[in-house]
């Protein structure tokens, strides 16, 4: 399977409810993202991993917590959301670009959230 | 602090042009970026500038000025299949990738 793949597509969940949603990249690139977009606003940038190290972390809550555990997988893991955290979760990679995380990303499907 | 501004909607009819402008304010410049996002679906790569002048691609071409922080995304020859959000992105000095909200393209026969 070819460029970023993310599972599920689609979750709902309660409030008390924890579950994780998996990314994963076969473009070989370094960086990995998670980015939240709800409707009508810019794409929020979460987390942003560089070569499996967490480099950016952009004030978000506690309750949703990333994992790298290699340069081709990413994770979120989700725990006592809130029903505003209802969202459209997208997975992004890219190569470094001058040792740098601001070059072209390839985006996956995303995975849509629901909060109940 | 930084920002970028597209227009929320445009609505276009199919065989014309139609050109969506962003204008962008940045703690420098390391390019700028166009993605393509149909409704349900990931954002895709349309083109990419990091010097003033147009880039040509088929029926998509993609202008920037850097000293007016600006570029547009001209779509020619617009098709059905055009309708979609599109999507401005500056990297700034931090090489980080700041986004702007999208412009919905709606497009009627």
């Known amino acids: 399977e070819t460029g970023v793949t993310q599972t599920p597509r689609h979750l709902v969940m309660g409030m008390t409810n924890k579950k994780s949603l998996k990314c994963e990249q076969h473009?070989?690139?370094?960086?990995m993202y998670w980015y939240k977009q709800s409707a009508k606003k810019p794409l929020e940038l979460m987390f942003v991993?560089?070569?499996?190290?967490?480099?950016e972390n952009n004030s978000v809550p506690s309750r949703f917590s990333p994992e790298c555990p290699n340069s081709s997988h990413l994770f979120l893991h989700l725990h006592t959301l809130q029903p505003e955290d209802s969202a459209l979760y997208l997975c992004?990679?890219?190569?470094?670009?001058?040792?740098?995380?601001?070059?072209?990303?390839?985006f996956g499907p995303g995975t849509r959230l629901t909060v109940t | 602090g930084q920002n970028i501004d597209q227009p929320t909607e445009m609505t276009a009819t199919e065989g014309a042009i139609v050109q969506i402008n962003c204008t962008y304010q940045t703690s420098g410049f390391n390019g700028l970026f166009w993605y393509q996002q149909h409704a349900g679906e990931a954002p895709t790569f349309l083109s990419y500038n990091v010097l003033d002048g147009l880039e040509e691609k088929g029926r998509f071409s993609s202008f920037l000025s850097r000293s007016k922080g600006y570029s547009y995304l001209l779509l020619k020859e617009l098709q059905m299949k055009d309708s979609a959000s599109y999507l401005c992105a500056v990297t700034d000095s931090n090489y980080q990738l700041i986004w702007g909200a999208g412009t919905k393209l709606i497009i009627k026969p």
């Open positions: 992004a990679s890219s190569p470094l670009h001058d040792g740098g995380t601001g070059g072209e990303q390839y």
């Open positions: 473009l070989g690139h370094n960086a």
């Open positions: 991993y560089s070569l499996e190290e967490r480099v």
